[in-house]
């Protein structure tokens, strides 16, 4: 029975990612939308789907939900031979990604969260808290710091040695957003406790809230624009993992 309901996460679970995938791609298609509104839309909604993992009594269904967005993303290229590839790079791709001729951004995205996902399901399944937390981060904050940058950022932050600019609006947006989104993964699903996770107290999520959201704000600051989506994630959540495991 188990098997058959984690079968059924995993349809529902599916159909939601590619509905938010072509969802944006059609508005794109249409002029309704830019194209960077399309790439945060697709960022914010389908990562979400990461929610899901934490449910599934063989927590592998996750890795292959993960696994899959993965290779859709490496997949999707300006010279692929699927329409519907070809279109989704065509609908989010950034000019950054022109020379490497794939969704490089996306793909680090969905390869750090089933790295994740594929640790915590293999050593940590109990504490799947962690990864929920930081790929959060990864679909929210970093969203929303690229947001509030780009309209108010008057503040700008110099990082020479990652060749880009941060604006200090930002990094306040990332680490004010973190610490909420971090604080609402820790508490749901370690402190109520809904599902078989290790209990936290409300004092032990709060510091892990804010011990993940200043990392991952550091993490953020020092990271090349085309790798965070790698860094962010999973540096923060390994380093954090690692400290609550001495």
């Given at each position: ?34 194209k ?86 293999i ?52 680490f ?5 989104l ?47 989506d790698l ?12 400290l609550?495991?001495?």
């Amino acid at each position: 029975m188990s098997i058959l309901l984690d079968l059924l996460l995993l349809l529902f679970t599916f159909i939601y990612v590619i509905a938010t995938i072509l969802i944006p791609v059609q508005l794109k298609k249409r002029d309704k939308i830019t194209k960077f509104q399309a790439r945060k839309a697709v960022h914010l909604f389908a990562g979400l789907a990461v929610l899901s993992a934490p449910y599934y009594s063989w927590p592998g269904f996750a890795v292959i939900l993960a696994g899959s967005m993965t290779l859709l993303t490496l997949l999707s290229s300006k010279k692929s031979s699927i329409k519907q590839l070809k279109e989704l790079y065509d609908s989010i791709g950034e000019e950054a990604e022109e020379k490497v001729g794939y969704l490089q951004g996306p793909f680090h995205y969905c390869l750090s969260i089933t790295i994740l996902i594929t640790f915590f399901a293999i050593f940590a399944p109990n504490q799947m808290y962690f990864p929920v937390a930081g790929i959060l981060l990864m679909i929210i904050s970093d969203t929303l710091a690229s947001v509030i940058g780009k309209k108010y950022g008057k503040r700008k932050i110099n990082l020479p040695w990652v060749k880009t600019t941060r604006s200090l609006e930002g990094s306040l947006a990332f680490f004010i957003s973190g610490f909420i989104l971090c604080f609402i993964a820790f508490t749901f699903l370690g402190v109520t406790n809904p599902i078989n996770q290790i209990h936290l107290t409300l004092e032990i999520a709060l510091l892990y809230s804010l011990i993940t959201s200043a990392l991952a704000t550091i993490v953020e600051l020092i990271s090349p624009s085309t790798w965070d989506d790698l860094t962010i994630p999973i540096a923060t959540v390994i380093i954090v993992f690692l400290l609550t495991s001495i």
